[in-house]
């Protein structure tokens, strides 16, 4: 089953994860289990040298599980092509809505992180699945919800509206 889904998109510097991050309470304090997938544009590893799981991983191990009795974590090493979005989202437990930052052509409803000062253009006019703009100016975006950026009560609101919608 792939889980409700919500982006979360914009340029670098937009306030993308500020925005995550400050919703992400709100909505677990209003009940809803959600899970998050940030898409690294380059490399990244969440090893440091030194580390046991690191020397497993350089010593060849295709999968690195890490577990203690507050989280876990499974590193998985490519050898062939990027996984996709819906790949991704089959390896999550159900929850009432998963957050993705990043994968901003890839199809399914975006919240897009507008700043107008930041000198780009605009990625609703031409996403068409942006469904909601959250920004500090008041742009002109047709019939998609307009968001007030620094009030992210306002946006986690209109997110736990869009879930329930979607629920029905």
Do not use: C
Request: glycine fraction near 8%; aromatic fraction near 6%.
């Amino acid at each position: 089953m792939i889980p409700r889904v919500l982006g979360v998109v914009g340029w670098s510097g937009s306030g993308k994860t500020a925005l995550l991050v400050a919703i992400l309470p709100l909505l677990r304090q209003a009940g809803l289990r959600v899970s998050t997938i940030k898409h690294a544009h380059h490399g990244f590893d969440m090893d440091r040298p030194g580390k046991d799981s690191y020397r497993h991983r350089e010593a060849g191990a295709h999968e690195v599980l890490v577990a203690s009795s507050g989280r876990w974590a499974l590193l998985h090493e490519l050898e062939g092509p990027e996984p996709t979005l819906p790949d991704l989202l089959t390896r999550l437990e159900p929850v009432d809505l998963v957050l993705v930052e990043g994968f901003k052509s890839h199809p399914f409803p975006k919240l897009e992180v507008f700043r107008a000062d930041l000198g780009k253009p605009p990625i609703w006019e031409t996403e068409p699945d942006v469904i909601a703009v959250a920004t500090d100016t008041t742009p002109p975006i047709g019939d998609r919800a307009l968001l007030p950026l620094n009030a992210p009560e306002i946006v986690a609101t209109w997110v736990r509206n869009y879930v329930r919608a979607e629920m029905a």
